[in-house]
Every structure is written in structure tokens, then in C-alpha cells.
């Protein structure tokens, strides 16, 4: 079955810097398109970031300029590398798999704090 699992979340504080990352198995992970998604307490579930299988990259404008994210493939993993971290960055942090065919799977998802 599929599986995505998160790691490298915590507590950090404010303008320190934290590495997600997201190891798929199950899947044909480099054909997928990869993302994460962030979820704070009420509010939506939103993207932050995504990497397509050809490597174009798209990030919420909160982001931009603060967080990279890349995958390598052979490893079946997908980083996030977030800096200069804000304590409105605070959330729950999601791996997104999407097939070519639209298939989704999700992370169980990983806790990031940061403390002004």
C-alpha cells in the first residue's frame, strides 16, 4: 500500500530554520508530482510547496524566498528546507503524493512550532 512518511518537524524559534522530509513507498515516486500542505488549528489545509516529476516548483507567496523544496528520487524522498521560520508558520505539515492519473495520498502529518 502506500505510505508517506514525514520527519524533521519540532520546535524551533522564531528565524531558526527546520528540514521536512518525506519518504514514499508504494508508489512509482518519480513520476508523481510531490507537495506539502500546512494546516493550522481552524483554519484550511493549504499548500506551501510542490515539485513537479520535471522539477518545476511552486510555493504559497508566504513562503517564497523562506522555504526550497526538492526531492530526490532515488531515495523516494521529498525535502522541505524551511529558514527564517515565523511563528506564523505554525502548523501541521502534510507530504502530498499526486499521480499523473490525479490519484492523492496524504502524510499522516508532522507538528511544526515555532516560538516567537
Known amino acids: 500500500q502506500v505510505q508517506l512518511v514525514e520527519s524533521g518537524g519540532g520546535l524551533v524559534q522564531a528565524g531558526g530554520s527546520l528540514r521536512l522530509s518525506c519518504v514514499a513507498s508504494?508508489?512509482?515516486?518519480?513520476?508523481?508530482?510531490m507537495g506539502w500542505y500546512r494546516q493550522a488549528p481552524g483554519e484550511q489545509r493549504d499548500l506551501v510547496a510542490r515539485?513537479?516529476?520535471?522539477?518545476?516548483?511552486n510555493y504559497a507567496d508566504s513562503v517564497k524566498d523562506r522555504f526550497t523544496i526538492s526531492r530526490d528520487n532515488a531515495k523516494k524522498t521529498v525535502y522541505l528546507e524551511m529558514n527564517s521560520l515565523k511563528p506564523e508558520d505554525t502548523a501541521v505539515y502534510y507530504c502530498?503524493?499526486?499521480?499523473?492519473?490525479?490519484?492523492?495520498?496524504w502524510g499522516q502529518g508532522i507538528q511544526v512550532t515555532v516560538s516567537s
Open positions: 502530498h503524493a499526486l499521480s499523473p492519473a490525479n490519484s492523492a495520498y
Open positions: 515539485i513537479t516529476r520535471n522539477g518545476s516548483k
Open positions: 508504494g508508489i512509482n515516486f518519480s513520476f508523481y508530482t
